[in-house]
Nanobody
């Protein structure tokens, strides 16, 4: 089993900041990529940011320059620093990890339970 535990969501005023964390644990052999997705009511889940095994990063155009994705040295915890938050950033944010559990296993997607981020005055 792979467990992902998220933290850091909440209510913030426009222009404010939040930092999300996601810790991966359990039976993990290796992690290929880690990232954050979000889903607002009535919308599809969308990629926010992703960090690849080599350290490369990908961002949605809507968050470039405002959000920063990073991970710890053990590469088992991923962070999302969100600055200059806007009301349109309001959504449930989901942690995603692409990992395999043992030799010969395929890389699969694993998801956190989601954490609510609300940007409102």
């Amino acid at each position: 089993q792979v467990q992902l535990v998220e933290s850091g969501g909440g209510l913030v005023q426009p222009g404010g900041s939040l930092r999300l964390s996601c810790a991966a644990s359990g039976s993990i052999l290796s992690i290929d990529a880690m990232g954050w997705y979000r889903q607002a009511p009535g919308n599809q889940r969308e990629l926010v940011a992703r960090i690849l095994t080599g350290g490369g990063t990908i961002y949605a155009d809507s968050v470039k320059g405002r959000f920063t994705i990073s991970r710890d040295s053990a590469k088992t915890t991923v962070y999302l620093q969100m600055n200059s938050l806007k009301p349109e950033d309001t959504a449930v944010y989901y942690c995603n990890v692409v990992a395999r559990r043992y030799f010969g296993d395929n890389y699969d997607d694993y998801w956190g339970q989601g954490t609510q981020v609300t940007v409102s005055s």
